[in-house]
T-cell receptor, first 118, second 110 residues
Framework: NAGVTQTPKFRILKIGQSMTLQCAQDMNHNYMYWYRQDPGMGLKLIYYSVGAGITDKGEVPNGYNVSRSTTEDFPLRLELAAPSQTSVYFC?????????????????FGNGTRLTVT | AQSVAQPEDQVNVAEGNPLTVKCTYS??????LFWYVQYPNRGLQFLLK??????LVKGSYGFEAEFNKSQTSFHLKKPSALVSDSALYFC????????FGGGTRLMVKP
C-alpha cells in the first residue's frame, strides 16, 4: 500500500521555466491537497480538490495551477517559476474533509518535493 | 478566521524527562484541533486530535495533549521523552481546511 506518492523528490528550475509536480494516491480518497512548507511558516494551502473534476484555491494559489481528471492523481503546475516558489511541496489526501467531526479522517501526506528556483 | 500559534521554535529536553510542546488557538465556535509530526525528509504524520469531550487526548507513540478552554491552549505532552521523538511538530485547526502553526522543533538529547 503506497499511500501518497510524490515525484520528483528534488528539482532545480531556472527562473521562467515550467514544471509539473506529480501526486498520486491509492486509497480512493476524494479529498486532495497541495501545501508548501517554508521554514518557520508552517504549511500553507495552495489548492485543494474535493473530487475528480473539482478544484479550488487555497491560501496561496498565485503562480500555480492544478487539475483533477481522476480520483487518484492531482498534479500541480508551475508555469513561470520564480525564486519565491523555492519551497518544499507536500501533497496530501483524506477520506473526508478536515472539518468533518463525524468521519474525522486525518490527512495522509506524501514525502514531499524539494524545489529550488534560481 | 481560524488560527493556531506555536510560541516556541525549538524545545530541548533530556531523554527520560517529560516534554511539552505548546500550542494556542483562536477559533470561532467549538475548536477542532490536531497534532502532526514530521520526521526528516518525510511528510507529516497524524498524532492525535481533539473534537469534544475529555480534555486529555491520547495519541500515537505515547503522546497526549491537554485541551484547556480557558487558556485557549492545546499543548502536546509526553511523560518520558525518547531520542527518537526528535522531530518537527505541528499544531493545526480545522476550519474549511486545515490551518497549521509554524512548527516546533523538538530536540531530545541522550
Amino acid at each position: 500500500n503506497a499511500g501518497v506518492t510524490q515525484t520528483p523528490k528534488f528539482r532545480i528550475l531556472k527562473i521562467g521555466q515550467s514544471m509539473t509536480l506529480q501526486c498520486a494516491q491509492d486509497m480512493n480518497h476524494n479529498y486532495m491537497y497541495w501545501y508548501r512548507q517554508d521554514p518557520g511558516m508552517g504549511l500553507k494551502l495552495i489548492y485543494y480538490s474535493v473530487g475528480a473534476g473539482i478544484t479550488d484555491k487555497g491560501e496561496v494559489p498565485n503562480g500555480y495551477n492544478v487539475s483533477r481528471s481522476t480520483t487518484e492523481d492531482f498534479p500541480l503546475r508551475l508555469e513561470l517559476a520564480a525564486p519565491s516558489q523555492t519551497s518544499v511541496y507536500f501533497c496530501a489526501s483524506s477520506y473526508s474533509p478536515p472539518f468533518d467531526r463525524v468521519k474525522n479522517s486525518p490527512l495522509h501526506f506524501g514525502n514531499g518535493t524539494r524545489l529550488t528556483v534560481t | 478566521a481560524q488560527s493556531v500559534a506555536q510560541p516556541e521554535d525549538q524545545v530541548n529536553v533530556a531523554e527520560g524527562n517529560p516534554l511539552t510542546v505548546k500550542c494556542t488557538y483562536s477559533v470561532s465556535g467549538n475548536p477542532y484541533l490536531f497534532w502532526y509530526v514530521q520526521y526528516p525528509n518525510r511528510g507529516l504524520q497524524f498524532l492525535l486530535k481533539y473534537i469534544t469531550g475529555d480534555n486529555l487526548v491520547k495519541g500515537s507513540y505515547g503522546f497526549e495533549a491537554e485541551f484547556n478552554k480557558s487558556q485557549t491552549s492545546f499543548h502536546l505532552k509526553k511523560p518520558s521523552a525518547l531520542v527518537s521523538d526528535s522531530a518537527l511538530y505541528f499544531c493545526a485547526t480545522a476550519g474549511n481546511m486545515l490551518t497549521f502553526g509554524g512548527g516546533t522543533r523538538l530536540m531530545v538529547k541522550p
